[in-house]
């Protein structure tokens, strides 16, 4: 696991302030993306020649190159597949939406920022984290979670699971009762390490 972070970028806005400064601040933490098995990807409207004249001026000015793709969607087709562009607001120009979509093509989580706020990255990787915590601890992350603090556990489905939470809540102290106790999560990038070793082998 896991996930494209699937970016919107808004309708005509490649060299507006708020999306520069985003834009940088992706580039900028690529690298903490791919650590998570994860890859972005951009969208906009703009054409590409727009994005790449974009992408040489940020180049030029900051020496940064950016690693990702972004995706020219001209006639909005995938914007409106995907829900971006807000009627509230304009019926062409996008909302400022952030998907994480996993493996499997199921989008897991969706962020929508107002126009005059920009995306924060460590919320987007604190959730991207969650999500594959969760995944691979089979629990559910309470909230304010952060990076390694226990998870919730799931709720018994019998009788006799539930009087055996209630006592191990009672004597461990891990809990506020039998509906809501905590374990800590496993270590999934670990999993991920092993499942990468054992493709290697295997193409061996």
């Given at each position: ?10 309708k ?16 900028k933490?690529?690298?903490?993306f791919?650590?998570?098995?994860a890859?972005?990807?951009?969208l906009?409207?703009?054409s590409?020649?727009?994005h790449?004249?974009?992408?040489y001026?940020?180049y030029?000015r900051?020496g940064?190159i950016?690693?990702f ?5 001209r ?6 597949k ?7 607001i304009s019926?062409?120009e ?17 962020l929508?920022?107002?126009?005059n706020v ?7 990787l ?12 089979n629990?559910s ?10 998870i919730?556990?799931p ?5 006799k ?6 006592e191990s ?9 039998w509906?809501?106790s ?10 991920l390490?092993?499942?990468e ?8």
């Open positions: 696991m896991y996930a494209r972070i699937f970016e919107k970028i808004p005509f806005k490649d060299f507006t302030p708020v999306c520069t400064t985003e834009i940088i601040a992706f580039a933490c690529n690298q903490e791919e650590n998570r098995n890859c972005l990807i951009g906009s409207v703009d590409n020649a727009s790449l004249a974009w992408m001026d940020i030029m900051t940064i950016i690693p793709p972004i995706i020219a969607d006639n909005g087709a995938i914007a409106r995907y829900g971006m562009i807000s009627s509230d019926n062409t996008t909302v400022r939406n952030v998907y994480i979509i996993d493996p499997d093509g199921i989008i897991r989580l969706i929508i920022y107002p126009m920009g995306r924060c990255i460590p919320e987007i604190r959730a991207l984290e969650a999500l594959q915590t969760a995944d691979c601890s629990g992350t309470p909230a304010n979670w952060i990076v390694g603090g226990p919730i556990v709720n018994p489905q019998t009788f699971e539930l009087e055996e939470r209630a809540v009672k004597n461990n102290k891990n809990g506020l009762s509906y809501l905590f374990k800590n999560p496993k270590n999934c990038n670990e999993k390490e092993n499942k070793k054992n493709q290697l082998k295997e193409g061996e």
